[in-house]
């Protein structure tokens, strides 16, 4: 069996990078979303994710439960060690990542392709304000992390999801798998 890829879907918060994922699972099922685990209330609303505790988190680190995991936003985040499994066997996976560990997951996952979603920072400021889980304050600051450039080296997709959600996933999926287009 030939090995499969990861899809790390990066962009600033408030691009609408999941709802673009579900989009694409929707009309390509073998492009399979990551359920990522978060140290945030399991109530807080956005993307399906595991929601634990600081502590559990930290324990899940220490047994080995992610192939990636990351800080952000007073946040911990982790892909799950199947994931890794799971492309090493053929499958492709999407996940949600932060750009601060894309160089670690082009190592993990030699076949990643990078799918970098952007929009206007006005569209950016509403999305964020709108979805009312974070201080203005908050907002600002990642909003002001937005234009952090990825790394160098790696096969990026970047679509602009501004308008139409059924737009952006129409591209992505085009530029995905070119052999749907």
């Given amino acids: 069996m030939s090995a499969g890829r990861l899809i790390a879907v990066v962009g600033p918060s408030g691009v609408g990078k999941d709802s673009v994922m579900a989009g694409i699972a929707a009309a390509a099922p073998a492009l399979v979303p990551v359920r990522r685990v978060i140290t945030r209330a399991g109530d807080a609303g956005g993307e399906v994710f ?76 509403q999305r964020l304000s709108g979805r009312g889980r974070e201080s203005a304050e908050q907002v600002a600051a990642r909003l002001a992390r937005s234009v952090q450039p990825l790394p160098q080296g790696l096969e990026v997709i970047t679509l602009r999801n501004d308008g139409a959600l059924t737009d952006t996933v129409a591209q992505a999926l085009s530029a995905l798998q070119p052999e749907r287009a």
């Fill in 50 to 125: 595991d929601a634990v505790t600081e502590d559990q988190f930290a324990d899940m680190v220490r047994q080995g439960a992610f192939c990636l995991h990351w800080g952000a936003h007073g946040l911990c985040y982790g892909i799950p060690a199947q994931v890794l499994a799971d492309v090493q066997g053929g499958v492709t996976r999407m996940a949600n990542l932060s750009r601060g560990v894309l160089e670690q997951a082009a190592v993990l996952f030699p076949a990643m392709t990078v799918l970098h979603i952007t929009a206007s920072p006005q569209v950016l400021a």
